[in-house]
């Protein structure tokens, strides 16, 4: 049985973004001839044998990088990916992926002569919404992690103004009322306002990491929020 070659995510993604170049040069270009195009923009080695069944099961990504292809600019040329070095694999897996490669081809000779039939299409419909999910949770990127930052002493309109300030900080808000009957909170960064807050607040965040004392205003507090959201 043939070895199976398992993308990383790197690969997948540069094997994509060759597929929506290839659409947006040649809208009408078949997708068979597409996928195996695209794989250009990797190692030779790291190719893939296209089939009925591969296309059968990247329908999803197919149809998502034609339709990129019609509203985004030409990118630029995709570099050649290096090969990643392959994890050791339990063999029962890979016996399951070849499995599963040729059901895919099977299924696809089945449906091919009735692709228009009415329930046909719904289950291809209902397979692309979870395959496109399952795909874009693959190729995007992670969103950073915003820091979290705690600040006790300000009032309501203080807190709104601030949060729309710094869309890069997740704030938590006390007031200095609050701050004596409610739990000590974690942060990121504690900030304590010090002349709105009495000394049981300040003896509670006492030993807490990263704790800032303000001794000013608003406008003082924004030196300190500059230093928190600058990247370590």
């Not at 004392?213 to 924004?222: F, H, K, P, R």
Request: proline share 7%; hydrophobic share 35%.
């Amino acid at each position: 049985m043939r070895t199976r070659i398992v993308w990383s995510k790197e690969e997948k993604a540069a094997h994509y973004e060759r597929l929506v170049l290839l659409f947006k040069g040649n809208p009408t270009l078949d997708s068979k001839n597409a996928f195996r195009e695209a794989q250009d923009a990797l190692r030779y080695e790291r190719h893939r044998k296209v089939t009925d069944g591969t296309i059968f099961t990247h329908k999803v990504m197919l149809a998502m990088a034609r339709e990129e292809a019609k509203r985004e600019p030409i990118p630029q040329p995709v570099p050649t990916v290096a090969p990643v070095a392959a994890e050791p694999a339990n063999p029962l897996l890979k016996i399951f992926d070849d499995l599963l490669d040729l059901l895919a081809d099977r299924i696809a000779e089945r449906l091919r002569p009735q692709m228009t039939a009415p329930e046909v299409k719904q289950h291809v419909n209902a397979q692309f919404d979870t395959q496109f999910k399952r795909y874009k949770a693959e190729v995007t990127p992670p969103k950073p992690r915003l820091p979290s930052v705690l600040i006790i002493g300000l009032n309501g309109c203080q807190m709104t103004s601030v949060s729309k300030s710094y869309p890069e900080i997740r704030f938590t808000f006390m007031t200095g009322e609050e701050a004596v009957s409610r739990n000590r909170l974690n942060a990121d960064h504690t900030i304590l306002m010090t002349k709105f807050i009495n000394h049981s607040v300040q003896n509670k965040y006492r030993q807490v990491p990263n704790l800032h004392y303000c001794n000013g205003g608003v406008s003082d507090l924004s030196t300190l929020l500059y230093v928190v959201k600058k990247p370590s």
